[in-house]
C-alpha cells in the first residue's frame, strides 16, 4: 500500500493517551448552535481525564450549554508528525473537594491571569495517527 493510499499508521487509544499526557498545549472545539468555536488552551492529561483551567467568558458559557466537545494535539519530529484527538463531554468542577484535589495538581495557567474554575473532560474516543515526514512524489 502506497503513502498515497495510506498517509499513516494509527495508534492504538493507550498510545494515543500517552501523547496526551506528555503534551500540555492544545485546542479544545466546542459547538454551540451549529456554530464551531476552537479555543488554544493548556491542560493536563490525569487519571484518564484531561482538567484545564479557565474564567467566565465564551468557552466557559459554550460548554455549559453544550457539553461534548473534541480536543486536538499535534507534534512534529524531525521524520514524522503526529496528531491525537479525543472526543468527550466536558463538566465544571463544582464541589468544594475535587476543586481542592485539582489545586494541587501541577496545572497553572500560561497567562498571568486568575483562573479558578476547572473543567474536566471525560473521554468517550481517542484516536491518534502518524504520519512520516517526506518530500512530495514524482506525479506521473
Given at each position: 500500500m502506497s503513502l498515497e493510499?495510506?498517509?499513516?499508521?494509527?495508534?492504538?487509544a493507550s498510545e494515543a493517551w500517552k501523547f496526551l499526557e506528555h503534551t500540555h498545549f492544545g485546542r479544545l472545539a466546542l459547538s454551540v448552535g451549529n456554530a464551531p468555536d476552537i479555543f488554544p488552551?493548556?491542560?493536563?492529561?490525569?487519571?484518564?481525564?484531561?482538567?484545564?483551567?479557565t474564567n467566565p467568558g465564551t468557552k466557559l458559557a459554550e460548554l455549559t450549554v453544550n457539553s461534548t466537545?473534541?480536543?486536538?494535539?499535534?507534534?512534529?519530529?524531525?521524520t514524522e508528525?503526529?496528531?491525537?484527538?479525543?472526543?468527550?463531554?466536558?463538566?465544571?468542577?463544582?464541589s468544594?473537594?475535587?476543586?481542592d484535589a485539582a489545586n494541587l495538581l501541577p496545572l497553572t495557567p500560561w497567562l498571568p491571569t486568575l483562573k479558578y474554575t476547572f473543567v474536566e473532560i471525560t473521554p468517550t474516543?481517542?484516536?491518534g495517527i502518524r504520519f512520516p515526514l517526506g518530500t512530495e512524489p514524482e506525479r506521473y
Open positions: 493510499e495510506n498517509p499513516g499508521a494509527n495508534m492504538s488552551i493548556n491542560y493536563l492529561a490525569h487519571a484518564g481525564k484531561l482538567l484545564l483551567r466537545v473534541a480536543f486536538e494535539i499535534d507534534g512534529l519530529a524531525e508528525a503526529w496528531s491525537v484527538v479525543l472526543k468527550g463531554t466536558a463538566r465544571v468542577l463544582e468544594q473537594t475535587e476543586i474516543s481517542v484516536r
